[in-house]
């Protein structure tokens, strides 16, 4: 692991030299942990500009004996290698969502069924309480830590060329681009769509080319792809919302003593909540920029569209993957959904 605790032998040696040389040996103190922590979002996104806060406010709570490099821009490595990496104890956190975590850890997706939260007022109680605790204990069995507060990834929306999606039946045969995730793809076709699934990268070509007529993510996506600029419309369908967990390795977890585990959890979670405020905000302005841009939104309902789910059996298939015991959690959260 990348994590060196100084041995008993090194800190009583380091002692003795303070006090024969006095106080200058001081400055050269190390940190006790050095840790690398990687994420694919830019240095402007909310998570970054907050992990940055939490990594000084721990550094400075700790003394110094805990330093966090926190790297933006997949600066080493994409999603998979950097969940690899936190597993083998390369690096010693990552940040990303719960649907690309459920490769390891299956149930970390269920938060991301469509139509499971209408709005935030559903997602905190839920993230925050029984079904975040089952997730966490999820990653547990993966030998992770996930730490406390999900952090904000914000709800997804659909943006389209030729016309606003008002409700399921708008999306018969309609060409969307989707992740690439069985999630999604299952998603939308259980609502008669017909999802293809791109690289983000080569989603503004293929919206310009129409060989997909829509798109789906979160506004802060829409906006920072220019997406607007080969789209008309923009439905606020709310369809999935998804977070993203800040992981360690369990073993790395372990090793640090409880003080300081105390005070990295406290940095993490507290910037937590302040990277949902700033996500709160910025998508309220982001609509109105948008707007100016000359994307035309429409709000809709999302109960036609989980009737639909629910006539596709796309819950019932779901709840068949995940288990009575993860999806009766989940339900407890949301409402029946089956």
Known sequence: M??????????TG???????????????KAADFSWKFGHGFPATHPLHVRALEAADRIKRETNGAIEIDVLPNSQLGGDSDLLAQVRSG?????STGGLILSTLVPVASINGMGFAFKDYDAVWPAMDG????????????AGLHAFE????????????????????????NFKIRVPVSPVYVSLFKALGAAPT??????????????????????LVIADTAKFHEVQKYCSLTNHVWDGSWIITNGRTW??????????????????????????????????????????TFNQTDPEPFRAALRKSGFYAEWKAKYGDEAWGVFEKSVGSLT
């Not at 994590?3 to 800190?11: E, G, N, S």
């Not at 929306?157 to 018969?172: E, S, V, W």
């Not at 983000?200 to 310009?208: H, I, K, P, S």
Request: proline share 4%; charged share 25%.
């Open 2 to 11: 990348l994590i060196k605790r100084r041995t008993f032998l090194a800190a």
């Open 14 to 28: 380091a002692v003795a030299a303070a006090t024969t040389m006095g106080p200058f040996v001081s400055k050269a």
């Open 90 to 94: 390369a690096i010693d956190f990552f």
């Open 130 to 141: 029984d079904l975040g605790g089952y997730i966490r204990r999820g990653f547990d069995k």
């Open 149 to 172: 507060n999900i952090w904000d990834n914000g709800f997804r929306q659909i943006t389209t060329r030729n016309k606003p999606i008002t409700g399921p039946a708008d999306l018969d």
């Open 197 to 218: 699934s791109i690289n983000l990268g080569e989603v503004y070509t293929a919206l310009q080319t129409g060989v997909v007529d829509g798109q789906e993510n979160p």
């Open 254 to 295: 372990k090793s640090v003593p409880d003080d300081l585990r105390q005070i990295v959890s406290r940095g993490f979670n507290e910037a937590g909540l302040s990277q949902r405020k700033d996500i709160a905000g910025l998508n309220a302005a982001l609509r109105a920029s948008l707007t100016e841009k000359g994307l």
